[in-house]
């Protein structure tokens, strides 16, 4: 655990490192994610299959690369009532927060001339979904959902399967999605087959999900060829808290991040020593409960941070400099002071409104901007997953009036060819 006071003289230097955690690349994952990605993008499915069965021991064909749509279907039966109830809950909701992001087609008129902003979806996208030990069907559904309400046609799901296991429950994210079209192929070679093509798996426009630093680092390498989504770092919470503020749930809250990963950042503000001292003993106690308590453990160990402040403004004013991927506000009248924090993913408003109600249940996405880009990027939205292309339709009466005028601007930058596409146009309707 790391303790920071604002009032230590040393103070700035600390924080800034923490304000500061952009991490580049391992080297060793840049070469071996760059050889698996160019492997497939120079072998297709021969070079798909090959990594496949070596890192997944999963030995595949173009026929059983795809999982039967008979298994996508019967998925429902293996997994608790309660569980289906849930997803269905949350599928409802995200696709309702979703459809408040519709955009519009739009066109004006200016004069003789018509200019505006057509909205298309995207036409294909590819969807990666963490498979083995760590399997999350709520990416499914986060990662699915706007895309859907954006009006993407074709969405393909990309999972590793090792020794041909697929989570029930993920598959189940698939149907309530309407995707058949699933891959149990995973890893770097996922990535490239989706991004450049295979005869098995076709071409998409843009790649979403999370996955390990080889899928980051595949996704970040493809960029341009497609479109991804971000390039995510470690899960990362800043908790806001004074007096009112309950302990225990704050503990709770931070070791949610904490059994991630132990590359997780979670972050403690209070101007209260008291409550920063029990937020300490109680996520550490609250800790060796846990399933996952010895990735919890290192994660606390090395990268919880309690920061003990001289005022609640000036930890709002230092978790606004973070801008986190999460934002809780564990304080009194916390709907009052959300516009004090401008930089943050998604803010948590008060002690009944917890992180995992936005990982899971809420509808607001959960695929957020983490490593301080909330300062310049916002959460996974339909926005996403449309494009937009610009109209410009001009009238005969409307281009005598503007051709001139363009043909100056054009010649002012020394481009006589583009002045001469508007002259040669004016010289007709002499």
């Not at 749509?69 to 269905?88: Q, T």
């Not at 990662?143 to 598959?171: D, F, M, Q």
């Not at 770092?233 to 809250?253: F, K, L, Q």
């Amino acid at each position: 655990m790391i303790t920071l006071d604002t009032r230590a003289k040393d103070f700035s230097r600390k924080f800034a490192k923490l304000e500061n955690r952009f991490t580049t690349p391992d080297p060793k994952v840049v070469a071996a994610a760059s050889a698996i990605v160019d492997d497939v993008r120079k072998n297709g499915d021969r070079a798909l299959f090959k990594w496949t069965e070596k890192l997944d021991g999963l030995k595949l064909t173009p026929k059983t690369a795809r999982v039967d749509k008979k298994r996508i279907s019967n998925a429902a039966k293996h997994i608790p009532p309660a569980l289906k109830e849930a997803m269905v809950t949350a599928f409802v909701n995200i696709v309702e927060f979703h459809a408040h992001q519709c955009e519009q087609s739009w066109v004006v008129k200016n004069g003789g001339a018509r200019v505006g902003q057509i909205i298309r979806p995207l036409r294909r996208v590819g969807l990666y979904v963490p498979g083995g030990k760590a399997t999350y069907p709520s990416s499914v559904l986060m990662n699915a959902a706007p895309a859907i309400v954006a009006g993407v046609e074709e969405i393909a799901i990309c999972s590793p399967a090792p020794k041909g296991h697929i989570n029930p429950a993920v598959l189940f994210a698939a149907e309530l999605c309407g995707i058949t079209e699933f891959y149990q192929v995973g890893g770097a070679q996922a990535v490239a087959a989706m991004a450049y093509g295979t005869k098995t798996i076709k071409k998409v426009d843009k790649i979403v999900g999370p996955g390990n630093a080889y899928v980051a680092e595949a996704k970040r390498l493809v960029f341009g060829a497609v479109d991804i989504d971000m390039i995510a770092g470690p899960s990362e919470i800043c908790i806001v808290a004074d007096d009112t503020a309950n302990p225990a749930w704050c503990a709770a809250d931070i070791l949610s991040q904490a059994e991630h990963d132990e590359m997780a950042l979670p972050v403690f503000l209070s101007h209260s020593a008291k409550l920063c001292s029990a937020v300490t003993l109680e996520t550490y106690l609250q800790a060796q409960t846990l399933e996952r308590r010895a990735i919890a453990q290192k994660c606390l160990d090395r990268r919880f941070h309690v920061i003990k402040t001289s005022s609640l403004s000036e930890s709002l004013a230092l978790a606004d400099r973070l801008a986190m991927e999460h934002l809780e506000l564990a304080i009194k009248n916390a709907a009052g002071k959300i516009d004090a924090v401008k930089n943050a993913g998604a803010v948590f408003v008060g002690h009944y409104s917890p992180e995992v109600l936005g990982d899971y249940l809420a509808g607001p996405n959960h695929v957020l901007p983490t490593s301080g880009s909330a300062r310049f990027s916002s959460p996974l939205g339909v926005y996403d997953f449309i494009k937009r292309s610009s109209l410009i339709e001009y009238s005969k009466s409307a281009f005598a009036k503007g051709g001139k005028k363009a043909a100056v601007f054009a010649e002012a930058e020394g481009l006589t060819a583009h002045a001469n596409a508007a002259k040669i146009r004016l010289g007709r309707l002499k």
